[in-house]
């Protein structure tokens, strides 16, 4: 890299928080914090806020991805390691990770929901896929590819009407009388999926990935808010429509925050990306108006409540970018710093562990507009470690 290249991303560091940019040879920060409050030693990631003080899926297959974006390979193998061990049994082939694991009620360590999380799953496969492109390690595309056979096999449904479609997990959201499926939107990451057409060509992912669209359009409308939850049901002729989950209804909070997040960290050239920015502009629109994000909202009428915690504000940030809404972008970033630094600050940390879903939001929306990655058109993994400038002194 040109010293100009490295320049800009010093100088970039000296503007941002304390928890920014990476400069040519920094750690990154978060990532330490988040292991020093959320992994173990032996690559549990434990979230102490819940009586199982519980670990899952999804926690472990981030941890993973940051691991990996940090150039942590001695934490990404560790938690690799544990989530083979406690979450799929000890082996890989033929299996799905267990969702949850915790303290039980007769005070074993356990395996507590034995059905699986296709987001984690997903994130997992991805994880282990771009760590053994990157760190040239075929052992973790091996293991990439049993699980990814697995998903296809076991979380993969042909929807009438549809086509083929990923189901939050093994069991339970397919139902009868009427015929329904229960979808979550922010389970599909384009560039995740994107990464998976190339690992597997004659798979289901290329239609997956246009089927995500059309989820969007459909269930965003008309307020330009993403719903956590949606069922499409076959009506007595057959034909099929999305609409409010029977029991969660149309209301968008914890988990459709990441849709916005995802929204923002694919790349423009991606054909999902301006599609998926247009369905979501509600959600923009509402964070610049009131200056920060709703924590919920009724994706029907686009009735707001309440005020997302700072961890929302770091999943809008990419998005942000993407806006060309500087103010917004600017004031949602103090707002994440403030609540970095008062999450992590030493009164905080030794009355209780900080914000596992704050963090990890952080990591992922803050991460990437600080440069730490990005995606690339077909969904590979573009770290800043991977950068020259990191190993070519500037001159």
Known sequence: MMRRDCLTLLSAAAVAPAWGAPGCDARWPLWDAFVTHFV????????????????????????????????????????????????????????????????????????????????????????????????????????????????????????????????????????????RWYFNPSYQPPPVLRRLVSASPVGPWGAIARNTETIFQDVTAPSGFAPDWTAFTLDATGKGAFGPHPEKQDVGSY??????????????????AQPLR??????????????????????????????????????????????????????????????????????AVQQRQPPYYDLVLTLFGQGWLDGRYQFTRSGALAPAWTSPCRATPVH
């Open 40 to 179: 173990q030693a032996d690559g549990r990631v434990i979230d102490a806020s819940t009586p199982q003080k519980h670990s899952s899926s999804e926690g472990q297959s981030y941890g993973m991805f940051f691991a990996l974006v940090a150039n942590d390979r001695p934490r990404f193998d560790a938690l690799w390691r544990w989530s083979v061990d406690n979450l799929m049994g000890g082996q890989v082939q033929g299996r799905l990770p267990a969702w949850w694991w915790g303290l039980a009620p007769d005070n074993s360590w356990r395996v507590l929901d034995g059905n699986s999380a296709s987001d984690a799953d997903l994130w997992f496969t991805y994880a282990l896929l771009e760590a053994a492109r990157l760190w040239k390690q075929p052992a973790y595309e091996r293991d990439a590819r049993l699980l990814l056979a697995e998903i296809e096999k076991r979380e993969v449904v042909a929807v009438p009407g549809l086509g083929p479609m990923l189901m939050p997990g093994e069991f339970g959201f397919v139902h009868h009388n009427p015929e």
């Open 255 to 272: 988990d459709a925050i990441r849709t916005y997040l995802w929204a923002g960290v694919t790349p423009p050239s991606d054909s999902l």
């Open 278 to 347: 247009t369905a979501l502009a509600g959600q923009v629109r509402a964070t610049v108006a009131a200056g920060q994000p709703p924590e919920s909202v009724t994706v029907s009428t686009g009735a707001m409540r309440g005020t997302g915690s700072f961890g929302f504000s770091a999943a809008m940030l990419p998005l942000l970018a993407s806006a060309n809404a500087p103010a917004a972008l600017a004031r949602q970033r103090q707002r994440v710093a403030d609540g970095l630094q008062q999450a992590l600050s030493p009164q």
